[in-house]
């Protein structure tokens, strides 16, 4: 089983409709992360949380929102989907104790917006 | 502001020679470089990281070299194999800002049999 499980993996959806992607880890790591990627510019921090009672703004924050349930589980909303929302988004989860801070990666969740 | 960017977006190599991919970044304040692989479908893995007061760090196959006159970065892969087919991605990190890792837009490599 997949240390990072993302769900849905793909998602075909309508303008103005409400999508949620949910992320659960099972590493045991206190710090979360979502990731948009587009071709062409790499992999963007959208938002990320460092423990649960902690959310915090990325680099694209703007139409999303999130939610750090527990410890294991992050989940991302576009609370009104738009078309140049269509993206690939990961998750990824690192361990506070570890200096160099290295990113674990789901498998990703292919969102189309129609 | 912060970026880190490749100078090349695809990189063709023929089986079993060395594969040098570069990256060019502008954070000087940078406390680690770190390069990721993503196969195809997959979400990237790490590879290796080189903390900033280096200039080399060798693992597996694989070399990071640091430059830091020049704010280069690049990632050497010995006796390239079919497996190293993938997208690679350079990133920089800062732990005063919050630890967060900046991706740079990452160079296809493609291997030739």
């Known amino acids: 089983d997949a240390d990072v499980t993302q769900t849905p993996r793909n998602r075909i959806t309508k303008t103005g409709k409400r999508i949620m992607l949910e992320c659960s880890q099972t590493?045991?790591?206190?710090?979360m992360y979502w990731y948009r990627q587009d071709p062409g510019l790499g992999l963007r921090l959208i938002y990320y949380?460092?423990?649960?009672?902690?959310?915090n703004k990325g680099e694209i924050s703007d139409g999303y929102s999130v939610s750090r349930q527990a410890q294991a589980k992050f989940s991302l909303s576009l609370e009104s989907a738009i078309p140049n929302q269509t993206a690939l988004y990961f998750c990824?989860?690192?361990?506070?104790?570890?200096?160099?801070?290295?990113?674990?990666f789901g498998e990703g969740s292919r969102l189309t917006v129609l | 502001g912060e970026s880190v960017g490749l100078h090349l977006p695809t990189l063709s190599v023929q089986e079993g020679d060395n594969s040098i991919i570069n990256c060019a970044y502008s954070n000087s304040a940078s406390d680690y470089f770190i390069w990721y692989k993503q196969e195809s479908g997959k979400g990237p893995q790490f590879i290796i990281d080189i903390r900033s007061n280096m200039d080399k760090r060798q693992g597996q196959r694989v070399t990071v070299l640091l430059n830091k006159t020049v704010k280069h970065l690049s990632l050497q892969i010995a006796a390239t194999q079919p497996g190293d087919s993938a997208v690679y991605f350079c990133?920089?990190?800062?732990?005063?800002?919050?630890?967060?890792?900046?991706f740079g837009s990452g160079t296809r490599l493609s291997i030739r049999p």
């Open positions: 990133a920089e990190k800062l732990i005063s800002s919050a630890s967060k890792i900046i």
């Open positions: 590493k045991g790591h206190d710090r």
């Open positions: 990824a989860t690192s361990d506070s104790r570890t200096v160099a801070g290295e990113l674990f």
């Open positions: 949380s460092f423990d649960v009672k902690d959310i």
